[in-house]
């Protein structure tokens, strides 16, 4: 049959004409979805700053404004649930801007013969949530829908911060030489999420890291640290965050995957799903851009803080081939760090 | 973490590098079969690693790859069928049909479902009688018997609403195929060990012999392969052609007899179509007479769709190991993992994909 080989292949998909799940992954298909359909629609200078929130001046005072919706399935998980992510999604969101996060709000979407006991215990676990972040909860919206057409429940929050300080944070502002340092061990909310949603179990729970993080941003603001960039790591891990700032700054940006703090059992269950730890959700894990010279300062200001206490220096910002992330590999060779087209999928074997 | 942290150690790797670089007096061009050791190679660097002398080339072993166009044409018409759920790894709901892939069927209505386990779909069954359960088994030898094992427990119960579309492919005829094209330049292989761990070693001692190539089953972290690489570089150096055995913690000889029995008591081998390659006699497997009642093919009758793979893109040959990815003059620009042109360029594992997500920006490579 040799000799009759031939080059052959399939027909491409083209642009998908129906929105699929990979569209909500934090890969590049969502990027072209924001591009293509959000950002062409609504441009303006905030929001093609493309960073967690907008930055406002008003009458001569700062404030940061963002928004995010919370669908997770199940509501409860180990380590938290959709009402402590709802909060604490937040309030990093202002956090990233450098902005101290004051002000909430909560649109509930409740499906029809959802217990009110349920919706009791979010409740409650926002109010927690706020109460240790600082934060209030000052204006909401209930609707509901009838039974199917919505999935028992799902949560906005919008929120309000304000901008004490002059230093321009956001992704354009991270510069060549700049340190790049992360708050602790990655992926334990998205396996957290994808054991119970799964019915995998692994050794060893894997509870989620949903944290507030504003004690970090403001700790480093208030030490005078130059603070150039944050990003917390949510859909797409620390692989996506990287990749949006390192093509919004036109940096290049090189890591070393062994200086990445992943726990022994997040790490085994990847292994077993063939997933990498750093395209894995977090909800309490962010980066920071800082000077070189200040660098040991800062991690010195985020190890003492519970939420901070995993803090290490992963790499660099270099200025050879802007736009692109580089990654030392564990054994030492070099190679891009991309971003992903949709969601991880396990692989057959 | 063990079995993992001693094979990712970065000294060690070196070393074996160096120890390679030691060996070596003249080129070599070594394939590594599995998409899985692709996907290292490509994700660690390994291949930077070694001198220039020895150039790796990725072999047809990426499961998704090679499954035929109208294999997922069927199963995309078998999971728009109401009444159906269609369960999959995860890794097959990407790749595009004709027309349409399945993530698009399941965004249209269709009940797609992602399974890790086979037996995740027998579950599905017991527990919806009304409705007919698909399981997309695919893969290498590696994956056989635990879909053997959700057909023979399907039959077990009676499970009259479970049924199997099978795309199962054999490595030991893809590997004479590659030796037996007239441009191969293939003088050694990495076999994959975790299909080794299944069927044994045995069946790639008459290729050695007859094609006088050395064969070393391989693991799949960076120093399992780069042991793999050494061996066969000590063997071509010395001029021997040998089957041996680096993944010894997993695999032995004879491989494992219960999955094999299990294997042979569902499946039969058949002639079977590699996506980009053509028909490649008994190298797949098919259910055998005794379970054809759960062949899913004859019970939705798509047993004779046939779908013509436009001959654009330079797959086959990737496949076959005659061309890198980065020689397509449409890698990364027409062809890219959102709009691909060819299977290797979908799946995780494919060659192409592999090649774009850690190291597209490479100079065009030594054409073989």
């Known amino acids: 049959m040799t000799s009759d080989v031939t080059a052959a292949c399939p027909l491409p998909i083209g642009q ?35 960073h967690d929130g907008a930055i406002l001046d008003a009458q001569g005072r700062r404030f940061a404004f963002t928004t995010d919706s919370y669908v ?6 180990p380590g938290g649930d959709i009402g402590t992510l709802a909060v604490n999604g937040t309030v990093n969101d202002l956090a990233m801007c450098g902005a101290r996060p004051r002000w909430l709000s909560a649109g509930f979407i409740l499906e029809e013969g959802l217990p009110i006991e349920t919706l009791e215990r979010i409740v409650a676990s926002m109010r927690q949530a706020a109460a240790t972040a600082g934060v209030e909860i000052v204006t909401g919206d209930t609707k509901v829908v009838e039974k199917g057409k919505g999935d028992s429940l799902f949560v906005n929050t919008a929120g309000l911060g304000t901008i004490d300080h002059s230093m321009p944070i956001g992704p354009r502002h991270a510069r060549i030489g700049d340190a790049i340092l992360l708050n602790g061990d990655l992926g334990r909310h998205g396996m957290a999420i994808q054991s119970v949603r799964d019915g995998l179990e692994f050794e060893g729970p894997i509870e989620s890291d949903c944290a507030p993080l504003a004690d970090i941003v403001m700790g480093l603001i208030e030490a005078g640290i130059a603070v150039h960039c944050l990003r917390d790591l949510t859909r797409g891990g620390l692989a996506a965050g990287l990749n949006e700032i390192a093509a919004t700054a036109r940096i290049q ?61 992963i790499g660099s910002v270099l200025s050879d081939s802007p736009g692109l992330v580089t990654l030392k590999s564990r054994i030492g060779a070099r190679r891009i760090l991309d971003l992903l087209s949709g969601e991880q999928l396990p692989r057959i074997c | 973490m063990k079995f993992i942290d001693e094979y990712r150690d970065a000294d060690r790797a070196q070393e074996c590098a160096r120890a390679i670089a030691r060996s070596v007096t003249r080129p070599w061009t070594i394939m590594e079969v599995c998409g899985g050791q692709t996907h290292a190679i490509v994700k660690f660097g390994i291949d930077e690693l070694l001198p220039r002398d020895i150039t790796l080339v990725h072999g047809p072993g990426c499961p998704v790859c090679v499954t035929p166009l109208e294999l997922i044409d069927k199963a995309i018409a078998i999971a728009s069928k109401p009444g159906v759920i269609f369960c999959s790894f ?19 209505g269709g009940d797609v479902r992602m399974v890790y386990s086979p037996m995740d779909s027998v579950r599905l069954a017991r527990e919806h009688r009304d409705r007919q359960v698909v399981f997309f088994a695919v893969g290498f030898e590696t994956t056989a018997p635990a879909n053997a094992m959700a057909a023979f427990q399907a039959r077990r119960e009676q499970l009259t609403n479970f049924s199997l579309l099978v795309s199962h492919a054999l490595v030991p005829p893809a590997i004479s195929t590659v030796l037996g094209a007239p441009h191969n330049r293939v003088q050694a292989f990495l076999a994959a060990g975790h299909v080794c761990a299944v069927m044994g070693y045995h069946q790639y001692e008459p290729l050695a012999r007859e094609y006088r190539v050395p064969i070393v089953v391989t693991g799949f972290e960076p120093i399992d392969i780069l042991q793999g690489i050494r061996r066969c570089v000590l063997q071509l150096e010395a001029g021997e052609a040998k089957v041996e055995n680096q993944y010894a913690r997993a695999v ?44 899913a093919e004859r019970r939705f009758g798509v047993a004779d769709y046939h779908a013509d793979e436009p001959s654009e893109c330079l797959s086959g040959l990737v496949l076959q190991g005659v061309r890198k990815p980065v020689d397509c003059p449409a890698f990364g ?14 799946s995780n594992e494919g060659a192409c994909a592999a090649y ?10 030594r054409s073989l």
């Not at chain 1, 660098?295 to 290490?312: E, F, N, T």
């Not at chain 2, 620009?333 to 979908?346: D, F, K, Q, W, Y």
């Open chain 1, 16 to 50: 998908y004409t129906h929105v699929l799940m990979a569209h909500g992954g934090g890969g590049r298909l969502m990027q072209q979805l924001i591009d293509q359909v959000f950002i062409s629609a609504f441009s303006n200078p905030r929001l093609d700053e493309r």
């Open chain 1, 72 to 77: 997770v399935r199940p509501l409860f998980f």
């Open chain 1, 253 to 313: 940006i090189d890591i070393d995957e062994s200086a990445v703090p992943v726990s022994e059992p997040v790490r085994g269950a990847c292994e077993i799903l063939g997933f990498d730890p750093l395209y894995v959700a977090n909800e309490g894990r962010m980066i920071a851009f800082v000077p070189e010279s200040d660098a040991d300062r800062a991690l010195a200001i985020m190890r003492a803080l519970p939420v901070g206490d995993g803090a290490c220096r």
């Open chain 2, 90 to 108: 995860g890794d097959m709901l990407r790749v595009p049909g004709s027309h349409t892939d399945l993530l698009s069927v399941k965004a249209s």
């Open chain 2, 252 to 295: 032995k000889r004879e491989g494992n007899l219960p999955a094999q029995h299990m294997v042979r008591e569902v499946f039969q081998v058949i002639d079977r179509k590699w996506r980009g390659i053509g028909v490649i006699p008994r190298s797949g497997f098919g259910l055998s007479p005794a379970y054809a009642e759960f062949d």
């Open chain 2, 333 to 346: 620009t027409r062809c890219t993992p959102e709009h691909p042109l060819g299977a290797t360029m979908v």
């Open chain 2, 356 to 365: 774009y997500r850690y190291r597209r920006q490479q100079e065009p490579h």
